[in-house]
């Protein structure tokens, strides 16, 4: 089986880079028979953020949209046409030459013509955001039209891929139109042999310092919980251009010594280990995969019930708890209560740390596998999941 990846590049240290690399080398190293290709288009020469299997064949295509990132928009905009028309091209032929049995896009510039190309290949898309998140009816009347004119022939090309993949139960209901679309969550690539016992008094949140992660929202509860909780300490782990607005409110808020902004780390598996309770604040999400991290390490989460992932995830009551989204007195009130029954919380993360397996790469690896397969097949047509 021979499968392609596409996506602009390897040298971020994002979400999608992260689980398409890992994705990869898992199907590379450990499915007899696969043979893996990525490729990128503005890689160029820079380093290659997280470490790619040897057995994955890595290509380039060199086609950079937006380098150098100082160039202006106007100049942007007038280079874009020849932009595009040589990286279809390139791309075609990439395919043309390798001729995989399965091409997989992240849905960027390519998911305007993959469908077209005739190398033989079925073509799957994978959405690593939510639709949710594309901000209808923040852009004004025009704004607007010229939003529903995208999504409309965004779903026009997505519905000419043979499937469309997404994160949740919950995104697929936001596609009703679309006939080929399945279900497979992102898996857990960070497993560990260590967990916690959830008695030290940390909490632990993780994610970029941008309005999406609603780390503002967090702070905003956390002074409430650590009023009446001040011997527990909430960490929160990330980087991001809203770190010194958040800090100051954390300053304004005199918490400075219970509500600490860290850094970015690449042990945070260790740092879910030392905490007790994870929070996700965030407003949405495309999956939540900082939720299934935390609970394979034994640490029950309290979620908002954003769109989407969290309700896919959270079996709520058992292994974690949900919010009402936004709700910054409940998000208060549900941390507190973890922090004051103790057996209650160490419970549920040993229950998180039991429902959290079925993320396991191998499982997940496993749907992946079942869809190739049956994508591929001459005998058996693929059925809506």
């Known amino acids: 089986m021979k499968i392609a990846y596409y996506l602009p590049s390897l040298y ?45 064949k890595h290509i380039d295509i060199d086609v950079a949209f937006d380098w150098p990132f100082n160039q202006s928009t106007i100049s942007k905009l007038l280079k874009y046409p020849f932009r595009y028309h040589k990286f279809r091209k390139r791309f075609t032929r990439l395919l043309m030459d390798i001729r995989p049995d399965i091409t997989l896009s992240t849905i960027r510039r390519e998911v305007k013509f993959i469908h077209s190309i005739a190398d033989g290949s079925k073509k799957v898309g994978e959405f690593h955001v939510t639709r949710y998140s594309y901000g209808v009816g923040k852009g004004g009347f025009f704004g ?18 043979d499937k469309f993949v997404v994160l949740t139960h919950e995104e697929a209901t936001f596609w009703p139109d679309l006939e ?16 916690s016992d959830c008695s030290a008094r940390q909490i632990i949140a993780a994610g970029r310092y941008a309005p999406q992660k609603g780390f503002d929202i967090l702070i905003e509860a956390w002074k409430i919980v650590s009023k009446k909780h001040p011997s527990w300490i909430l960490r929160i782990y990330g980087d991001g251009a809203l770190r010194d607005s958040f800090q100051q409110r954390i300053n304004d808020l005199e918490m400075t010594g219970s509500c600490i902004l860290e850094h970015t780390v690449p042990n945070i598996t260790d740092k879910y280990c030392e905490s007790s309770i994870f929070v996700l604040s965030s407003r949405f999400e495309g999956f939540g995969m900082v939720i299934t991290e935390a609970m394979s390490c034994g640490v029950p989460p309290v979620s908002f019930d954003c769109p989407c992932g969290p309700k896919d995830i959270i079996d709520d009551g058992k292994d974690g708890l949900l919010v009402e989204n936004g709700n910054i007195e409940k998000l208060a009130e549900k941390i507190s209560w973890l922090i004051e029954n103790e057996n209650i919380r160490m419970e549920m993360g040993q229950q998180a740390r039991i429902n959290a ?28 999941s």
């Not at 893996?36 to 020469?45: C, F, G, L």
């Not at 857990?188 to 967990?195: C, E, L, S």
């Not at 397996?357 to 809506?384: A, G």
């Open 12 to 56: 971020a240290p994002g979400g999608l880079e992260r689980i398409v690399t890992f994705k990869a080398n898992y199907l590379a190293e450990h499915c007899e028979g696969y043979e893996v290709y990525i490729i990128t288009s503005e890689q160029r020469d820079r380093e290659i953020h997280f470490a790619l299997s040897p057995k994955v």
């Open 144 to 161: 607007n039209l010229l939003q529903k004119r995208w999504e409309k022939e965004l779903q026009k090309n997505l519905q000419q891929l």
């Open 180 to 195: 080929n679309i399945c279900v497979i969550p992102n898996p857990i690539i960070t497993p560990t042999d260590r967990f």
């Open 357 to 384: 397996q079925r993320f396991r790469m191998e499982n997940i690896v496993e749907h992946w596998k079942l869809l190739f397969e049956e994508l591929t097949s001459d005998n058996q047509s693929p059925q809506k």
